[in-house]
Nanobody, 121 residues
């Protein structure tokens, strides 16, 4: 089992920045690729970004390319999502997940509870 706890969400004005963190415990963190997903009210959960177990390879959804950066620190068992130039449409509950790298939620075996990001216009 892997336990994941997200933090760093909050209310920010459009154009602002946030850094989300996801702390892992349980099985060795470095065994897993990590992903960030988000879900807005009334919408399906969607892929945001992923990172390989080593951190050497990343992937992003088109709507966050150039604005968001995923990174990980295996020594701290933590994955991060730096979000710049935030837009109101980025408002959602953000989840981190551990599993096999990819864009589909089914690729991930473990999920956190989510952290809310709200961007005001």
């Amino acid at each position: 089992q892997v336990q994941l706890v997200e933090s760093g969400g909050g209310l920010v004005q459009a154009g602002g920045s946030l850094r989300l963190s996801c702390a892992a415990s349980g099985r060795p963190f470095s065994n897993y690729a990590m992903g960030w997903f988000r879900q807005a009210p009334g919408k399906e959960r969607e892929f945001v970004a992923s990172i390989s177990w080593s951190g050497g390879s990343t992937n992003y959804a088109d709507f966050v390319k150039g604005r968001f950066t995923i990174s990980r620190d295996n020594a701290k068992n933590t994955v991060y999502l730096r979000m710049n130039s935030l837009k109101p449409e980025d408002t959602a509950l953000y989840y981190c997940a551990a599993g096999s790298r990819g864009m589909a939620p089914m690729k991930y075996d473990y999920w956190g509870q989510g952290t809310q990001v709200t961007v005001s216009s």
